[in-house]
DNA sequence: CGACCTGTTGATTCTGCTCAATCAACGTGG
DNA sequence: CCACGTTGATTGAGCAGAATCAACAGGTCG
């Protein structure tokens, strides 16, 4: 369930990621609508078309295994665009983490302008081929400071990374239990490397040595 | 070091993708370049711009964390495009597994076709994070499962799998070891879920079960 | 207050890694 | 032709990292 509404963005400064700009030129984005914690976005099997652009708050991307594992493959935040597919159902589904609000983009008057697209594409598919390193060939201590890291590049940068989602969907970002990104974070904290301000307030108090875990 | 040749595919049918036909129409290729077994075709930092097609054999895109780690985000048969990328310079490298065949596709005369490449992109991207998914949450048979079964889809699908790379390639591509890997088909040989012909060619002789492995 | 949810911590198990030996296939040179 | 070295694959033994199972603390909300 979602509700219309006349949200306006807390954001003081809203970064467009790069070839957003041209596409929200182009497709006229509708009004703010907001999404409770946990409401569901699009769904898969869902008629894909629409794009989404986050105006706050934090949106993840999600599959399923036949059992119910699950895999977030990506969090997108204020002034990303997410929802583009290669075929015409969604095969992942999309999900508010922290109450988002999100701008729908339809391809209404004119076309798709697929140069803008395809550039948001290859920027998607290239932080998908990373993360792909990321759960193949890193330790859970590596994954944790990866995403800090990763987060802090994409919140303003000054080694205070706010947690908008909580440890179950880190956990699900990073491929390990719950239990596991709590361990870590205990670790890191007791090595020096981070300090917990609260919950989802972490200092990044080395930022050097968890950059360098991670390359 | 790779030759010139005037090579031509000895796959008798060549079943190109989804969306490359137009692709290859709008870029007119160059002559197939043969590339010997572990040959590089581009390597990181190198300028990107110039696609590849695959007109015969194998292409593995890997990744390297600093410590020498290497992940394979995917592999590229014939029939397939590879090389786009988001930024100006190639943030993996692509490498011949078994001595393969590629065009170079030039964005010389006209421009890029962005419609199409933008297809090819997004198919790339929902394969990527589907791997994401395995790579994140499926156990090591799982994974050998699931690569058995997408060869054999993008194979002839007759059960009858080879496999053009060696153990170690499987194992940066599942992100295990290649011990696991060796391990992993034993098992599911005892299991009498494949029969190994060979060292690279493996039938699957229950892939109802194979499939119920990785949904 | 009590039920519930999230997070933390502990004890134990187990999957997959590390280290290591063996084997088969091949190519080379005497 | 055969001894030798090399390379890739297989197998074994022991270990470690992360999962599982379980208990508990703190906070929120009815």
Redesign the interface.
């Known amino acids: 369930m979602h509700i219309q509404s006349g949200f306006r963005a807390p954001a003081p400064q809203q970064v467009k990621s790069a070839g957003v700009g041209q596409l929200l030129n182009a497709m006229q984005p509708a009004a703010v609508t907001l999404y409770a914690p946990d409401a569901e976005i699009y769904a898969q099997g869902d008629k894909a078309g629409p794009l989404y652009y986050v105006e706050f708050g934090t949106v993840r991307?999600c599959?399923l295994?036949?059992d119910g594992?699950?895999?977030i493959?990506a969090f997108h935040i204020a002034g990303e665009v997410f929802g583009?597919?290669?075929?015409s159902e969604h095969?992942?589904f999309a999900e508010s983490v922290d109450g988002a609000g999100i701008r729908v983009l339809r391809p209404s008057c004119g076309e798709i302008p697929?140069?803008s697209?395809?550039?948001l594409?290859?920027?998607?598919?290239?932080r998908?081929?990373?993360?792909?390193?990321v759960?193949?060939?890193?330790t859970a201590n590596e994954r944790m400071a990866a995403l800090l890291v990763d987060l802090n590049d994409r919140q303003n940068g000054a080694g205070l990374v706010h947690l908008p989602m909580q440890r179950n969907d880190i956990a699900?970002y990073?491929?390990v239990t719950f239990e596991t990104v709590s361990r870590i974070l205990r670790a890191l904290k007791d090595q020096g490397l981070i300090r917990m301000k609260s919950v989802s307030e972490i200092e990044l108090a080395d930022l050097d040595a968890l950059s360098?875990m991670c390359?």
């Open positions: 991307i599959r295994t036949a594992r699950r895999q493959s583009f597919e290669a075929a095969d992942s697929a140069q697209l395809l550039t594409a290859l920027q998607s598919l290239t998908t081929q990373h993360h792909l390193l759960l193949g060939r890193r699900d990073l491929g360098a390359d």
